[in-house]
């Protein structure tokens, strides 16, 4: 039954978008959501199929394509890519859901499914080729979203997303290129396979070129400081289904990355470059929340958090322990539901406004009640509140990071004070106080079609906020046997000490019994 589950997750949307072409117009939209609909299901088959006291790759999938070169197709998951999966055909359907009367829905459905192709792929490629091919195949429907269906500056904010994103992963191919050259030389055999990679122990000295390569097509794609300015432009010219998507699943790819590829093949240089990459993400943290604060658009004010907030995956992802990587992979799916519903909230407001300035709002709450509770709700989860999805993934997040440093720890705490700071402002200024103008006096408050794309979300916000465990305890297996790999392949004593072996106590105990 699961014998080539992930292959059909990964190709039955893009097939069903070619038949989407002769679909009629009328019936696209009956036809792209049940696509989806079927696409959740697969994902939801793979979790429960999924066995999480397992921490090795699952359901994997292997056929040879250039063997002279060592090129596979090989697709699995573990616990760090599962639930990406999940996300991913979730928002799908939630987005073709959601969609409004918007011009050419036919060709943004057929666009949708493509997308949805190249994410599965991304999450689920285990030879570095095929995860290359779908990496940049990804950029491709978010560039078409963006610049048939966004604002005045779309060509311009299409063509920046393009530049950086491509010329990132450039650089990212390179350094792919030179990990084949070097398992080449160790054993005579060229292969592209990741999990033959974990096999290397690189000199430190390659470890930190190898690092710097593959730091520059991940760090784009997050986006990390200085490299963030193209996402500001993205959100703010993309229609609302584009953000949705690329704030909920596209910016995951590259700190997914970063679990994937630099941590367990370059430990040495992962804890090398561990505090200037925190520095960087604090600085992300405490920068783009000042922007935020400063914006007069809603739409900017929540593109901006979400770079914030991913300045906190960033940190937690180089904890190098178990509590800070799990933690930032549970981060990223609690920012892609917060996140990504945010962005659905605010497209919500613009449909029936036109307007994503602040000032031209006040005294929703009184006119939108379901909107206005919805919103507060979902805003309390991005600031972390606790009993909501971010704060498990936040709190794991620094408490691994307090390992290695106190003070970066402190101060990026005290940054997402900051965040609470700049949410609750724009929650007061579009929500509190007399309703002042006219158009907005007789709002319709939130449909049947869009309760059935937020209450869902809500629900996962609470569930996951008060009960992570199901989500939480196959991440914290994987994120374990990475972990160990990292230990056992460190060559430094600095790398040694900073990563910690994992042994489970009962096996210690059973082992010292013996």
């Known amino acids: 039954m699961f014998d080539h589950i992930l292959s059909i997750l990964i190709f039955f949307p893009a097939l069903a978008a070619l038949f989407g072409v002769v679909v009629d117009k009328d019936s696209i939209r009956a036809y792209g959501l049940s696509v989806a609909v079927v696409e959740f299901a697969l994902s939801l088959m793979l979790w429960f199929g999924f066995d999480a006291s397992v921490s090795g790759m699952q359901f994997m999938e292997q056929v040879s394509l250039i063997p002279a070169f060592g090129v596979n197709y090989i697709v699995g998951v573990d616990g760090i890519s599962l ?32 997308l949805q192709m190249t994410m599965a792929g991304v999450f689920a490629a285990l ?21 048939a269906w966004g604002g005045p500056l779309r060509v311009y904010a299409s063509i920046k997303f393009f530049l950086y994103t491509f010329t990132g992963s450039l650089v990212m191919l390179v350094g792919m290129l030179f990990m084949a050259y070097f398992y080449f030389q160790a054993t005579g055999v060229w292969s592209f396979a990741i999990l ?6 690189l000199p430190q000295s390659y470890q930190l070129w190898l690092f710097a390569a593959f ?23 993309a229609p609302t289904i584009g953000s949705v998507m690329l704030a909920a699943i596209l910016l995951k790819m590259g700190t997914y990355a970063f679990i994937r590829f630099s941590l367990p093949l370059f430990p040495d240089a992962s804890v090398f470059f561990m505090f200037p990459v925190a520095i960087i ?33 960033v940190l937690g992802t180089f904890a190098m322990n178990v509590e800070g990587i799990s933690g ?58 606790p009993l909501t999805i971010n704060f498990v993934g936040e709190f794991l997040s620094l408490l691994g990071f307090y390992e290695q440093s106190h003070i970066i720890t402190l101060l990026a705490g005290i940054a997402i004070i900051v965040g609470a ?13 007399e309703v002042t103008r006219e158009e907005n006096k007789n709002l319709p408050d939130v449909n049947k079609r869009e309760l059935l794309a937020l209450i869902p979300l809500a ?25 160990q790999l990292m230990h056992d392949k460190a060559i430094t004593p600095e790398a040694k000490s900073a990563i910690p072996s994992v042994i489970k106590k009962d096996e210690t105990s059973t082992q010292e019994a013996h």
């Open 328 to 385: 930032s992979i549970f981060l990223m799916i609690a920012h892609g539901v917060v996140s990504g519903a945010l962005f659905l909230l605010v497209g919500v407001i613009y449909d029936r406004r036109h307007t994503k300035m602040m000032d031209q709002f006040g005294g929703l709450a009184s006119v939108m009640p379901r909107y206005a509770t919805i919103f507060g709700l979902m805003l309390m989860a991005s600031v972390g509140l």
């Open 127 to 147: 030879d570095a080729i095929l995860f290359y091919v779908f990496w940049e195949l990804s950029l491709v429907p978010m560039l078409y979203i963006i610049g």
């Open 215 to 237: 730091f520059m097509g991940f760090a784009i794609k997050v986006p990390m400081f200085p490299f963030h300015t193209w996402l500001p432009y993205a959100h703010g010219q």
């Open 83 to 114: 639930f990406i999966i999940v996300l991913a055909a979730f928002f799908t359907m939630i987005g073709i859901a959601s969609l409004t009367d918007t011009k050419n829905v036919k060709n943004m459905i057929i666009t949708l499914l493509m």
């Open 281 to 313: 993400a604090v600085i992300m943290i405490i920068y783009t929340a000042m922007v935020a604060y400063a914006q007069e658009d809603v739409k900017q004010v929540v593109a901006y958090s979400s770079v914030s907030h991913m300045g906190v995956i």
């Open 421 to 433: 700071i700049y949410m609750l402002s724009a929650y007061k200024k579009m929500f509190f106080g």
């Open 196 to 201: 033959d990679w974990y096999r290397l122990i």
């Open 459 to 483: 629900i996962i916000t609470v569930w996951l906020g008060i009960y992570p465990k199901p989500v939480l305890e196959p991440i914290n297996n994987s994120v374990e046997a990475v972990v």
